[in-house]
């Protein structure tokens, strides 16, 4: 047994101090970092560091949220401002290393951020809390990413890890409880339920063995928040997941993490077998009595099984499907017993909140939706990654200022919220508060936190038969409603897009979508159906132009379009007769060239490859 003294925790904030004050080169090794070719970077820097005989410490980090910027690489001297680079290839570290770490000269052009810490700053380079990106952000859950290294759990304690559960250990169980329902905590896996209630549940429900469960099985198709926090702040998850368990007195927690995130589930296990070495977590924990293990559980990748009770079925050893509640699982829940499930970013926030208080925490946000909120922020816009904002923050702030706005200056056209199970909101829904209530109201969700925008090019109906080709393929199957009515929705968005549609189908999309959400088993079936809905409710004049002008108006959809050489731009050099497949362009050398339609299987290989744009779509 072994306990974090004071005498300890100042030791290796000392220590941690020390070494922020030395010259280092920190690389991004999340894994959009790696995917990059962040550990080649790190390979050359080493190499380079070693020739040049430079005292320089080389260190990694994880995620520091700027996935456009990837690979990212922080160089930082003494009594300077660490600066952030990004897009950092082999080839670029040589310069770099010259430049910086011993002309003492920052490359400005290269240069994503600088980091003050108090430290003297540059000229020319944007401060972090300046900067577009990071300005209207908060760093609650997300402040350790790119900051620290989340495989050295002295970094954690150095930086106020595990002060929240020494100090909850000396509360009673109900004020730990009382504390989280102040601070306004909801769940962050998106239902969007009252973390401290739901904890109150399953403090008073009766019986012999409690068990906690931390949902970190995230499937949105662009969500990647529970990935990068599991990533780059193991320790976090780990102590509020031991926090909620003395609360709620449960001596055994799992975590289920999809096997597709080996990095998180490489640190989550690095984050547990020192923690119980250094006796924080395991038996008689820093000699309150409490005991606390926690083991991971690999899930096999079912969306489903985001569903809390499919996916306590699958640790079970089930199949993954849902179950028929009630009982629900904070009275019957793991093996029957009670049951505490939260998802990644909930119980990242429970440290901070024992911390520093609930007071603080509800001190953020809206009046029904407290604190901050991380998103993944996808699409067609300049700066995709990782951001965290308080709630009530509007969809324009985020898209225009964070996001940097449309790629290439295009027109913002719609956003999809939660996932495939939320709703697509269009430009005059840019003002609207990002909140719980708000979404709701607007026909999206929350969600766990995925944003996928989308620009004047999109075509809408398109957009909704992928969301619903996502829901409808990863159906357990178990319920009709679900089973079958989300493929007959599929394949009427499907023959619309073909140009088969008839006037009928949008109001037996709409029917059948109102049974499907009425009557469905869970809520992966009840939520399918949105996408649809809400591009019938706010594109509805697409659906019209698909059924009724077999066109689409974004130029999409390929049976519905018609590619024509201008006549007038046509200089007959015989580029795009090379490029079709099919042979369907003829004309002769310096003629204009025509497009035989029942030759066309429009694909559009002929589009790109003139440089005068003489073809056209319609």
């Known amino acids: ?149 989340p495989e050295r759990i002295e970094d954690y304690i150095a930086t106020g890890g595990y002060e929240g559960i020494q100090k909850a250990l000396t509360m009673d169980r109900i004020a730990i409880i009382d504390e989280i329902k102040k601070s306004g905590l909801r769940g962050r896996g998106g239902g969007g339920f009252p973390t401290g209630t739901k904890w109150q549940f399953v403090h008073d429900a009766v019986g012999d063995k ?31 997941m031991m926090i909620a368990a003395y609360a709620i007195g449960a001596d055994e927690g799992v975590i289920y993490c999809r096997a597709e995130y080996p ?24 000699g309150s009595g409490f005991n606390f293990k926690v083991r991971i559980k690999a899930g096999a990748g079912a969306f489903v099984c985001g569903e809390e009770t499919a996916l306590l079925n699958s640790i ?20 029957q017993k009670p049951t505490c499930l939260n998802n990644v970013e909930t119980f990242a926030n429970v440290p901070n909140i024992i911390r520093k208080g609930g007071d603080w925490f509800s001190s953020m946000g809206t009046e029904k939706s407290k604190g901050s909120k991380v998103f993944c922020i996808t ?28 790629k290439d200056g295009k027109k913002f056209k719609a956003v999809q919220s939660g996932g495939p199970s939320g709703g697509c909101l269009p430009t005059e829904k840019l003002d609207l508060s ?51 009515g989300t493929k007959r929705m599929l394949e009427t968005l499907e023959r619309i897009c073909e140009g088969n549609g008839v006037p009928e189908d949008i109001d037996n999309l709409e029917r059948l979508a109102k049974v499907i959400k009425t009557s469905a088993l869970c809520a992966l079936g009840q939520t399918a159906p949105n996408p649809v809905l809400t591009t019938l409710k706010y594109f ?33 050099c015989g580029v795009c007769i090379k490029a079709c497949p099919t042979g369907a362009i003829s004309g ?16 559009g290989a002929c589009v790109p490859k003139c440089k005068f744009d003489a073809i056209a779509k319609a």
Not at 316 to 335: I, T
Not at 379 to 406: F, S, W
Not at 435 to 443: N, P, T
Request: glycine residues 10%.
């Open 379 to 406: 699409g067609k816009i300049n700066h995709t990654g990782l951001c965290e904002v308080p709630m009530g923050m509007t969809l324009r702030d985020l898209v225009y200022n964070i996001a940097g706005g449309i």
């Open 1 to 149: 047994m072994m306990s974090i003294s004071k005498e300890m925790r100042s030791d290796i904030e000392e220590r941690y101090k020390r070494n922020l004050e030395r010259p280092r080169i920190v690389v991004g090794l999340g894994t959009c970092g790696i995917a990059a070719g962040g550990n080649k970077v790190m390979d050359a820097i080493k190499a380079e560091v070693a020739k040049k005989g430079l005292d320089v410490d080389v260190d990694f980090t994880s995620c520091i949220g700027m996935c456009f910027a990837e690979p990212v690489v922080e160089m930082a001297l003494p009594g300077r401002a660490s600066v952030v680079y990004g897009g950092v290839g082999p080839e670029n570290v040589v310069q770099l290393i010259e430049s910086h770490m011993v002309q003492k000269t920052p490359v400005a052009e290269q240069a994503q951020i600088q980091i003050l810490g108090g430290a003297e700053a540059y000229e020319g380079i944007p401060a972090m809390e300046k900067s577009e990106y990071y300005e209207q952000q908060v760093r609650s859950v997300t402040w350790r990413l790119g900051r620290t290294n």
């Open 210 to 240: 409690k068990y906690i469960v931390c949902n970190a099985d995230e499937g949105d198709p662009g969500a990647f928040m529970d990935r990068s926090v599991l990533e780059g702040d193991p320790h976090a998850v780990l102590e509020g």
């Open 316 to 335: 079970e050893g089930q199949r993954g499907m849902p179950r028929v509640r009630p009982p629900f699982p904070a009275h019957k829940g793991l093996w």
């Open 434 to 484: 990002i909140d719980y209530e708000s979404l709701g109201q607007a026909g999206a969700i929350m969600g766990s936190g995925g944003l996928v925008f989308m620009d004047e090019d999109s075509c809408m109906l398109d957009i909704a038969k992928y969301f619903l080709n996502f829901t409808q393929m990863e159906s357990c199957g178990k319920c009709t409603p679900c089973r079958e």
């Open 263 to 286: 990095l998180a589930i490489r640190r989550l296990n690095m984050a547990i077998k020192v923690a119980e070495e250094m006796g924080i977590m395991g038996e008689n924990i820093m």
């Open 588 to 603: 002769e050398k310096k003629a204009v060239h025509v497009i035989d339609p029942t030759k066309c299987v429009k694909c």
């Open 540 to 572: 509805r004049d697409e659906y019209e132009a698909h059924i009724n002008e077999k066109r689409c108006p974004a130029g999409v959809c390929p049976e519905l379009l018609n590619y024509t050489i201008l006549a007038d731009k046509c200089i007959g």
